[in-house]
T-cell receptor, first 110, second 112 residues
Framework: GQQLNQSPQSMFIQEGEDVSMNCTSS?????WLWYKQDPGEGPVLLIA?????ELTSNGRLTAQFGITRKDSFLNISASIPSDVGIYFC??????????FGTGTSLTVIP | DGGITQSPKYLFRKEGQNVTLSCEQN?????MYWYRQDPGQGLRLIYY???????QKGDIAEGYSVSREKKESFPLTVTSAQKNPTAFYLC???????????FGDGTRLSIL
């Protein structure tokens, strides 16, 4: 299957700081998704991106579909304790399955 | 409320036994999926179904089987041929296969 490299693997930040994470692939994708997973639960869709260069926000979260179509970025502004969890990217090549990254584990220190 | 229900939340299996994990959705979605999640490895696709009575193997189908007799239901059987079944199993659905997937809350399977 396709490899999606997600970085960083883990982050420890102070409450109120901004967070940036990214996802890269050797393949060109048509769709990028970002999910958040809380412990013991299923991932919840945060943002979906469908066009190269697209920038989409969901509250304090902003995600971008990279111009090369091989990467995507997620930013969280002014982090709060409930932002804790694992963030996954997922990419889709046209008509095929979605491939998931290995996740970025976020810890917010109050 | 519409959603995806997985049961049970926790499941224990003796070696050599088959077990079946349940996944039901009331979102009227055509496509359904099963993923396996291991620490540090993200989600890996086991099987998916685009429509009733049809399903396709994903990247790690060996040792697993599925059926799709009803639109709402996509049960996964972990057979005794699966040598390392301990994992967190996630079911998902989408309107069609090229749309974002919505996930259930998972079933954690452990071997006794």
């Amino acid at each position: 299957g396709q490899q999606l490299n997600q970085s960083p693997q883990s982050m420890f930040i102070q409450e109120g700081e901004d967070v940036s994470m990214n996802c890269t692939s050797s393949s060109i994708f048509n769709t990028w998704l970002w999910y958040k997973q809380d412990p013991g639960e299923g991932p919840v869709l945060l943002i979906a991106l469908y066009k190269a260069g697209e920038l989409t926000s969901n509250g304090r979260l902003t995600a971008q579909f990279g111009i090369t179509r091989k990467d995507s970025f997620l930013n969280i502004s002014a982090s709060i304790p409930s932002d804790v969890g694992i963030y996954f990217c997922a990419g889709q090549i046209a008509g095929n399955q979605f491939y998931f990254g290995t996740g970025t584990s976020l810890t917010v220190i109050p | 409320d519409g959603g995806i229900t997985q049961s049970p939340k926790y499941l224990f299996r003796k070696e050599g036994q088959n077990v079946t994990l349940s996944c039901e959705q009331n979102l009227n979605h055509d496509a359904m999926y099963w993923y396996r999640q291991d620490p540090g490895q993200g989600l890996r696709l086991i099987y998916y179904s685009q429509i009733v009575n049809d399903f396709q193997k994903g990247d790690i189908a060996e040792g697993y089987s599925v059926s799709r007799e009803k639109k709402e239901s996509f049960p996964l059987t972990v057979t005794s041929a699966q040598k390392n079944p301990t994992a967190f199993y996630l079911c998902a659905s989408s309107t069609v296969t090229n749309q974002p997937q919505h996930f259930g809350d998972g079933t954690r399977l452990s071997i006794l």
